[in-house]
């Protein structure tokens, strides 16, 4: 079946630091790639997607590549705020997930200031 | 903006009671699901529901879970008989179509259900 794997946490970093969260997949056929936050407190939100090989998808700051060659989608942000710590989730869906989510572990991220 | 309400934050039960856990999706929004999460695993898949039925299930999803939506409003996630490995985050979500690739899944704050 449908899987993602995230990098081991939690991160912790400094204001202003790069940021990179290793996310990998695996599927069948061609699914959508997605990051999703969770800030403490809440919900999970839906922070970027990319649905196609080489898609980008961007969104305050933070940015993924769908690469099919490595079925990677990992996060990045260059310049991280006291306000991006959250927990972030990969998830996929298609495959043999169409219709539902498959999520990674999570990643903690602390920034200090 | 709308969002997915779930109530109540934290519950805790004796192992062998029943449970229910209430969700009030956004209003509009037609698809409904209900995930968990124990802690430090993923996040896990158990039901979509559609037109008043299941639409997709998981094997987790077994006879000791059912799902209702009594009224035009809620959506509940019952566990007829809790189990200690029941203990979990269970989040609610809901979106206006099928699937997370043609509208984003919008979910709520999470129940804490802590099985003793």
């Known amino acids: 079946g449908d899987s993602v794997t995230q990098m081991e946490g939690p991160v912790t970093l400094s204001e202003e630091a790069f940021l990179t969260i290793n996310c990998t997949y695996t599927?069948?056929?061609?699914?959508?790639l997605f990051w999703y936050v969770q800030y403490p407190g809440e919900g999970l939100q839906l922070l970027l997607k990319?649905?196609?090989?080489?898609d980008k998808g961007s969104n305050k700051g933070f940015e993924a590549t769908y690469r099919k060659e490595t079925t990677s989608f990992h996060l990045e942000k260059g310049s991280v705020q006291v306000s991006d710590s959250a927990v972030y989730f990969c998830?996929?869906?298609?495959?043999?997930?169409?219709?539902?989510?498959?999520f990674g572990q999570g990643t903690i991220l602390t920034v200090h200031p | 903006e709308p969002e997915v309400t779930q109530t109540p934050s934290h519950q805790v039960t004796q192992m062998g009671q029943e449970v229910i856990l209430r969700c009030v999706p956004i209003?509009?929004?037609?698809?409904f699901y209900w995930y968990r999460q124990i802690l430090g695993q993923k996040v896990e898949f158990l039901v979509s529901?559609?037109?008043?039925?299941?639409?997709?299930k998981s094997e987790i999803f077994d006879d000791q879970f059912s799902v209702e939506r009594p009224d035009g409003s809620n959506f509940t996630l019952k566990i007829r008989s809790t189990k200690l490995e029941d203990s979990a985050m269970y989040f609610c979500?809901?979106?206006?179509?099928?699937?997370?690739?043609?509208?984003?899944?919008?979910f709520g704050n999470g129940t804490r259900l802590t099985v003793t």
């Open positions: 979500a809901s979106s206006e179509a099928r699937g997370a690739l043609n509208s984003p899944l919008h």
């Open positions: 599927a069948t056929g061609y699914p959508s």
């Open positions: 990319a649905t196609k090989a080489d």
């Open positions: 998830a996929l869906t298609g495959g043999t997930s169409y219709g539902k989510l498959t």
């Open positions: 209003s509009n929004h037609l698809y």
């Open positions: 529901f559609y037109n008043n039925e299941i639409s997709e």
